[in-house]
């Protein structure tokens, strides 16, 4: 079990995390160069650029090709340094983490156009950028011309098509039983949005009490017909967010995959008529 924990670190700590499965993060492209080894690279899911706007060139020559993940920080002024990342994609897949924060609707199609895939970071959205998210989900389950995953959209897509149990929590990378966030200051959290609200839960006791059996831990999960693939995700950090707008959109791409899944059904069963 240990050996299958993925620890997110600071390239700063790569020498103590060395021989671990690794997501590696860094502030600037040119360490990741320097620190990140050959020996390094079976363990390695990917490396996350936490600042767009430092200079590429380093990446640009990179020998291996390592998945990359561009961190946004502000969807508004990072929205323009994407497009200096396009010509990477020869070597390396490209994947935009975004926070659902005004302005993640137009970078997020952005990415998509430059043919990145996207993976949203949501919290607890007000009702204005749900109803951005249902237009996105909209978007990615419609438009013909995507051609990219955007997360968690299309993890949960499948999961509902394939009547599988995967939860948000590990199609966000933040399934306790399986990632490691490693703090700035070597501290472990059970993911990064753990950190940024100022304390980590216990994470045995936050795995059984929130993941494992959500419904008595919170009152709105235990009547929730999406707790199976959702495990009380929306509830964290305020445990008062009305989950109606994250409902909404599980609705959505559930709809989508059992209409699919009716649609390949029929085109069978004429085909069978046929034979
Ligand atoms: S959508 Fe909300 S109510 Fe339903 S399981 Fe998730 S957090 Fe609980």
């Not at 020998?63 to 396009?86: F, M, S």
């Not at 949501?122 to 249902?134: K, Y």
């Not at 978007?139 to 051609?147: I, P, R």
Request: overall charge negative.
């Amino acid at each position: 079990m240990t050996d299958s924990i993925v620890y997110n670190v600071s390239v700063e700590m790569i020498e103590k995390y060395r021989g671990r499965n690794l997501i590696v993060r860094s502030h600037d492209p040119s360490d990741l160069v320097k620190k990140l080894h050959e020996k390094d690279l079976n363990r390695l899911s990917n490396v996350q650029i936490h600042a767009l706007g430092v200079g590429i060139d380093d990446l640009s020559g990179w020998e291996y090709a390592v998945p990359i993940d561009l961190v946004v920080l502000n969807p508004v002024t990072d929205l323009p340094l994407l497009y200096q990342y396009a010509p990477l994609l020869a070597n390396h897949a490209i994947r935009v983490s975004v926070p659902v924060v005004p302005g993640f609707l137009n970078l997020a199609k952005l990415a998509i156009s430059l043919d990145f895939s996207v993976k949203l970071e949501v919290l607890q959205p007000a009702r204005t950028l749900v109803d951005e998210m249902i237009q996105l989900a909209h978007y990615y389950l419609h438009q013909s011309t995507v051609s990219k995953p955007i997360e968690y959209f299309h993890s949960m897509f499948l999961a509902f098509y394939h009547n599988t149990p995967i939860t948000i929590w590990t199609i966000q990378e933040e399934d306790p039983t399986r990632v490691r966030y490693i703090t700035d200051q070597g501290e472990e959290a059970l993911s990064k949005r753990f950190t940024e609200m100022g304390s980590t839960p216990d994470r045995v006791a936050f795995i059984k009490e929130s993941i494992e059996t959500p419904a008595a831990f919170l009152e709105e999960c235990g009547t929730c017909e999406f707790r199976a693939n959702c495990s009380g995700y929306f509830k964290w950090p305020r445990k008062d967010y009305s989950c109606t707008g994250a409902k909404a959109v599980f609705h959505m791409l559930k709809d989508a995959a059992l209409e699919l899944r009716k649609d390949l059904a029929q085109l069978g069963e004429r085909g069978e008529n046929r034979s």
